[in-house]
T-cell receptor, first 114, second 114 residues
Framework: AQSVTQLGSHVSVSEGALVLLRCNYS??????LFWYVQYPNQGLQLLLK??????LVKGINGFEAEFKKSETSFHLTKPSAHMSDAAEYFC????????????FGTGTKLQVIP | DAGVIQSPRHEVTEMGQEVTLRCKPI?????LFWYRQTMMRGLELLIY????????DSGMPEDRFSAKMPNASFSTLKIQPSEPRDSAVYFC????????????FGNGTRLTVT
């Protein structure tokens, strides 16, 4: 079975500070890993995904994540937070070829303080 | 492409009434998913289809919920009869074939059952 754990349901950072959102996964086979962002009253949007091509993955809006197999982690970072980054962020994992069951984490709400 | 389109955006109904939520996936996507999001339970997968065929409906709460996909461009989620505890935001998402394919979400339907 696959699962993801997001540490911290709420994270606050100052504008311009480093953003670090934590995600640990559990999977018996090599996983696909994703980060999604959800703005108020909208659906989830893909930020970035890991599909084994490279361990450091760059996404939209300056975000990136690093796959660390030894730590079973896929933490999301951004060097400098912007007010527009305030949203909820979800880590997700899926395994297998055509089988599409995606397991989402419980989400982390990011607050950016001016 | 217009993305995944859901209707209505908001639905307010009285307990006992039938509710039908609609979804138009992205053209060419083989998978369609229905999710429910609440504060208490987060994001829950209700059911998903592959090439219009229901594959896994184990997340459907009970017999009051049903979903159909009569063709590749349309799906419905029906609740009959509705109850206050069904109040949530319901998302439809679609994706292409392959475990590494990301989900594309609609903007959701916010359902309130009074």
């Amino acid at each position: 079975a696959q699962s993801v754990t997001q540490l911290g349901s709420h994270v606050s950072v100052s504008e311009g500070a480093l953003v670090l959102l934590r995600c640990n996964y559990s999977s018996s086979v090599p996983p696909y890993l994703f980060w999604y962002v959800q703005y108020p009253n909208q659906g989830l949007q893909l930020l970035l995904k890991y599909t084994s091509a490279a361990t450091l993955v760059k996404g939209i809006n300056g975000f990136e994540a690093e796959f660390k197999k030894s730590e079973t982690s896929f933490h999301l970072t951004k060097p400098s937070a912007h007010m527009s980054d305030a949203a909820e962020y979800f880590c997700a994992v899926s395994v297998g070829g055509g089988y599409q069951k995606v397991t989402f984490g419980t989400g982390t709400k990011l607050q950016v303080i001016p | 492409d217009a993305g995944v389109i859901q209707s209505p955006r908001h639905e307010v109904t009285e307990m006992g009434q039938e509710v039908t939520l609609r979804c138009k996936p992205i053209s060419g996507h083989d998978y369609l998913f229905w999710y429910r999001q609440t504060m208490m339970r987060g994001l829950e997968l209700l059911i998903y289809f592959n090439n219009n065929v229901p594959i896994d409906d184990s997340g459907m709460p009970e017999d009051r919920f049903s979903a159909k996909m009569p063709n590749a461009s349309f799906s419905t989620l029906k609740i009959q009869p509705s109850e206050p505890r069904d109040s949530a935001v319901y998302f439809c998402a679609s994706s292409q074939q392959g475990g590494g394919s990301p989900l594309h979400f609609g903007n959701g339907t916010r359902l309130t059952v009074t």
